[in-house]
């Protein structure tokens, strides 16, 4: 009796590594702006806390910009910060989009928000 062959056929493969080429396509392209988000919400909650032991607005938008060219964050500036204190609490938050392109004409579009409140 003859044994079954297992394996992949060549046009298996190909199809194969087509579609794991096209996910680390994608997973390569977006770590940048996750890693940028990473980085603003960190500001975002040190920016807080210097808020909490009273530093002023203004001066609070130029910490998170000094902060920014550290992380190399070029998305969101100081003056896109929406600073509030409601409470006697600081609570500093930015929403805004960020446009990866991957291939072409095809791009992935990612709405971020980052706050300092507790959620």
Do not use: C, H, W
């Amino acid at each position: 009796m003859r044994g079954r062959q297992l394996g992949l056929s060549l046009m298996g493969v190909l199809i194969v590594g087509a579609l794991l080429g096209s996910a680390l396509l994608v997973a390569f392209r977006t770590v940048p702006a996750i890693n940028e988000y990473l980085a603003i919400k960190r500001n975002v909650k040190l920016v807080a806390e210097e808020g909490d032991n009273g530093v002023a607005t203004p001066e609070l938008r130029r910490s998170f910009d000094r902060r920014r060219q550290i992380d190399d964050v070029v998305t969101v500036s100081g003056a896109d910060l929406d600073i509030s204190r409601p409470g006697g609490k600081t609570v500093v938050e930015v929403v805004y989009e960020r446009k990866v392109p991957v291939a072409g004409n095809v791009s992935l579009l990612f709405d971020f928000q980052a706050t300092s409140a507790e959620q």
